[in-house]
């Protein structure tokens, strides 16, 4: 559905809170995370605020994957619509793992004691159809990373908007994610005591110090998706959907993705990532990023004057890594 795509320039490895940059959602993930224009779910608060607009019921998400290295990552999500007034969101994401030793040159086995590393996004959310077809969206949240005496604290911004053709089910959006100033650590372990002159003897040499440590930018994402509904009727709805993605962290990429859903009930999805991601200057590290393909199905139920639950599964290849899967449950009150 996107032919073009700028060329940029790399920066990898230049941004702070990387976890931002993990993607949410089984359903939306096994779409190769071409979701910025489909967005009609709780997970509409990660890939495009605007798209909670559209949601008549509140709802609920919830979205777990064990990542790499004995990591989990999590996020919670609910979104309550107002009506006319608009809609408002609450999602939580976070990355936890198990204590690990402090090791030292002299104490190459650890010393004793443990560290924790943690990472946490909280944000609030609001959107609102301008029209009847064309809405905007709004997040405003806490970025956190900490690391044993260290934590690093920003506030950040994402806003998008979504637009419901009148042409068979074409829908547009455009979203600009964690929008804010630059983070840097920050604790007990850049304090010191100073010697200001080692060569004079009898002057204080435990004056307070601060080491200053260098800021980063958040991973700064540009999303603009297309997605069409090819069939869409009691029995069978087939979606398609593609994302042009322009980070500050890395190259200009596409993903695409398609899902099929019979009668309301069951899901497949496939998906495609970081295509086109041709400019890397690695060529092997190019063709991995390059190949991330992804699957997934969900099975949706509509309890008897209860609520309507959906349960996703996601499998996302990362080739001579791992396959890392990911589980969903979403609940429409």
């Given at each position: 559905m996107l032919s073009t795509l700028l060329v940029g320039q790399s920066n990898v490895g230049t941004t702070a809170a990387s976890f931002l940059d993990i993607g949410i959602g089984a359903r939306s993930l096994s779409m190769g995370g071409a979701f910025t224009a489909v967005a009609n779910d709780a997970t509409a608060l990660y890939w495009n605020p605007a798209g909670i607009a559209n949601i008549q019921r509140p709802a609920t998400h919830f979205y777990y994957t064990p990542w790499f290295v004995g990591i989990d990552f999590t996020h919670s999500a609910a979104v309550i619509p107002m009506g006319r007034a608009g809609a408002i969101g609450l999602s939580i994401t976070s990355i936890s793992m198990d204590e690990m030793k402090v090791r030292t040159i002299q104490a190459p086995e650890g010393t004793g004691e443990l560290f924790?590393?943690?990472?946490?996004a909280l944000a609030t959310s609001y959107a609102k159809k301008l029209t009847d077809r064309f809405s905007f969206g709004l997040n405003i949240k806490l970025v956190q990373e900490k690391i044993w005496h260290m934590n690093a604290n920003i506030i950040a911004t994402d806003?998008?908007?979504l637009f419901v053709t009148k042409n068979k089910g074409i829908r547009i959006g455009m979203s600009i994610s964690n929008f804010g100033n630059k983070m840097k650590l920050d604790g007990y372990d850049?304090?010191?005591?100073?010697?200001?002159?080692?060569t004079i003897f009898g002057n204080n040499d435990k004056l307070d110090s601060h080491l200053d440590t260098q800021g980063w930018?958040?991973?700064l994402i540009f999303r603009f998706g297309v997605s069409r509904e090819i069939i869409d009727n009691k029995m069978h709805k087939l979606t398609l959907a593609s994302d042009a993605i322009h980070p500050n962290n890395n190259y200009e990429y596409i993903n695409l993705g398609v899902e099929y859903t019979f009668?309301?009930?069951?899901?497949?999805?496939?998906?495609?990532?970081?295509i086109f991601l041709e400019e890397h200057e690695d060529?092997?590290?190019r063709e991995e990023l390059s190949n991330q393909f992804t699957i997934g199905i969900g099975v949706n139920y509509k309890i008897?004057?209860?609520?309507r639950i959906q349960i996703d599964y996601v499998l996302r290849d990362f080739g001579v890594i791992q396959n890392i899967g990911g589980y969903s449950m979403n609940i429409s009150f």
């Open positions: 924790e590393v943690s990472n946490l806003i998008g908007c850049t304090e010191r005591d100073f010697d200001i002159d080692e930018l958040l991973p009668m309301g009930i069951g899901s497949v999805r496939a998906g495609q990532s970081y060529k092997d590290k008897p004057r209860g609520p």
